[in-house]
Every structure is written in C-alpha cells, then in structure tokens.
C-alpha cells in the first residue's frame, strides 16, 4: 500500500511538472508535454517489475482495474503536507500561464494565438488533477466552468466569445490564487476583496510574463 501511495504521488509531481513545461512550451511542443505525462502514469501504474510474469502482470492490471472501479466517485484522501504542496505547484502554474497577457492582447487587440486553447485547456487539468481544500472548491468549479467555455472560443477562434471570457478567467484565477496563498498561510481562504486583494498586473507580469 505505501509503494502504491508514493508511486501516486510521484506520478502527481512529474504530471504537475510536465504539465508546466507544456504551459511554457511552443504549440509545436504541446503533444510532447501531454504524451509525457501520460507515460509516466502508465508507467508506474501498469509496468510490470523483472520479477512478475506475464500472467501476473495481467492479474494485477485486472485487479487495478476492479479497484478504480470500486473506488470511482469516491474522493482520493492525500496528506495535509501533500495537499499543500499540490496547492502550491497549482497556484505557481496558474500564475504563470500568462491569464493577463492573454486577456490584454485578446481585448485590446483582437488576436488569438494558436497556442491560447492549448494553455486554458492544460490550467483546467491542473485544477481537475489537485487536491483542493474545501474552503476553495467553490471558487475551483467556478473557474474551471469558466475555463471550458472560455477554451471553446479559443479553439474556435471566436473572438468577440473569447473577450468577456478572457477577463472573467483573469479575474476568477486571480481570486483563486489569492484564496490559495492565504490558506496556505493559515488563512480561511475564500475571495478577499479591498486593499490587501487588489490586483497587481505588475506582480502578475514579472511572475509570469503576464499571468
């Protein structure tokens, strides 16, 4: 079981770090990224070890298989420590994964790069694949939905779509990343609004080139 737990986890680490790499990467360099980590999981999920045969390798794949099965719909619990972690990496990805720039040059120019859909599209994974508190649920669905609709109009180069969408995205990722940053600090986590949450586009730019 722990040799499961720490292959789990490790697999959440390397997914979390391709996926950055793919986040900073050229459209030309996104399959590299995904196939990347999908590799991994299969590698330390089904890979057989020198010791197991054949026949042993398909039991245990079928007995994984029953297990997922069995466990489907119920929520995978992680340590304090280890949600923590994947709360930090989430927040660093979604701070760097240029939200800002991606909203100025969308309403003030007009212009969607090719690359845009791939970026908003590999954001919602890290949402969907972190462990998040409770207190920052709410706030996580809101905009992953947000997130959805705003990579259709990316993908269909809709741009009057994409304009309401880009600034709701910037806002709701901020808000969410502020939230982050105060319950891994000890706070309650939630929006904060005012002073202490305005928005900083410098911070975000020299954070990310613009996240």
Known sequence: MKLRITLFALVIILTLTAVQYGLAAAPAQENRATNLAGVIAIAATTTPTPETSAGDSATEHEHDAS???????????VSEQEQKFQVTIATYLMDTAGFHAMDERINQEGTIDAGDAGVVNRVIGVLEATAWPADLQTQVDELKDTLSQYAEALA????????????????????LSHAAGSWLTGGSGGAEHGAEGEHDHAAEQDAGQGG
């Open 67 to 77: 297990a997922a099965e069995d466990t489907t719909g119920q929520t995978v619990v």
């Open 156 to 175: 269909n180069d809709d741009v009057e779509a994409a304009k309401p969408l880009a600034t709701q995205a910037h806002e709701l990722q901020h808000d």
